[in-house]
Nanobody, 119 residues
């Protein structure tokens, strides 16, 4: 059974930091592209950051220079360090594990963790 369990969300003031963690089980973690997505009320889920199996990263323009994604294949964990947080970063953050091999697609999601940026 595949599980992605997020943690680390909470309430923080503007300019503050949060570190989100996602622990994966039931998959060969190192074979998966890992990503963080977010969804604010009334909006569509959007990609925040992804990291490939080789460690290459990509970021949404809105978070470049503020957020850092990293992975630890030994611990089956992906992290999202969020600095200089803004109120518009408020959302539920979801962890994603994605792998496509020819016609076989594996796409898993966690339950999400709430991050709220407010004074």
């Amino acid at each position: 059974q595949v599980q992605l369990v997020e943690s680390g969300g909470g309430l923080v003031q503007p300019g503050g930091s949060l570190r989100l963690s996602c622990a994966a089980s039931g998959i060969i973690f190192s074979n998966y592209i890992m990503g963080w997505y977010r969804q604010a009320p009334g909006t569509q889920r959007e990609a925040v950051a992804t990291i490939t199996t080789g460690g290459s990263t990509s970021y949404a323009d809105s978070v470049k220079g503020r957020f850092t994604i990293s992975r630890d294949n030994a611990k089956n964990t992906v992290l999202l360090q969020m600095n200089s947080l803004k109120p518009e970063d408020t959302a539920v953050y979801y962890c994603n594990a994605y792998r496509r091999v020819m016609d076989m697609l594996n796409d898993y999601w966690g339950q999400g963790t709430q991050a709220t940026v407010s004074s």
